[in-house]
């Protein structure tokens, strides 16, 4: 599978709360990291997921918010992953922000005022925030 998105996490489906419209599907991936994906309850069954299935799970980098000096502050964002800037590529616009973490890495695209703004550079903590809506799972076909 070829996907235009950043990030692609391989994983398992660890529980699924089914809703009438959206279900919640909680992901484990290889690496051991928590990932939340909120989707249409009739994707969750066009997908056939249950617990223990495989999946792919893909954020789109310009859907990654990266906060620096989040200590002690919450966030709505299910997904928080806290790691360590390794790379900074400033572009004419915007800049890519490769954080990481628990042997995965994250890559955020933000602009490059941002990227000044919290002064973003490699060896720096920061956290990679992204919605569970943003999250877009797939399947290997059968």
Do not use: W, Y
Not at 74 to 82: E, G, H, K, P, V
Not at 101 to 129: E, F, K, P, W, Y
């Amino acid at each position: 599978m070829q996907s235009s998105a950043r990030n692609q996490f391989s994983g398992t489906v660890s529980h699924i709360s089914h809703g009438v419209v959206t279900d919640e599907v909680q992901i484990r991936t290889e690496q051991g990291a928590e990932l939340v994906a909120t989707i249409t309850h009739g994707s969750a069954v066009n997908l056939g997921l249950k617990p223990d299935s495989r999946v792919i799970a893909m954020i789109k980098a310009p859907s990654v918010i990266v906060v620096t000096d989040a200590e002690g502050v919450r966030f709505s964002a299910r997904n928080q992953i806290t790691g360590q800037i390794s790379k900074v590529k400033k572009g004419s616009v915007n800049t890519e922000v490769c954080i990481d973490s628990q042997g995965m890495q994250i890559v955020a695209q933000v602009t490059n005022d941002s990227a000044t703004h919290l002064d973003l550079a490699t060896g720096r903590t920061a956290t990679a925030l992204f919605k569970a809506s943003q999250v877009v799972l797939a399947v290997l076909a059968k």
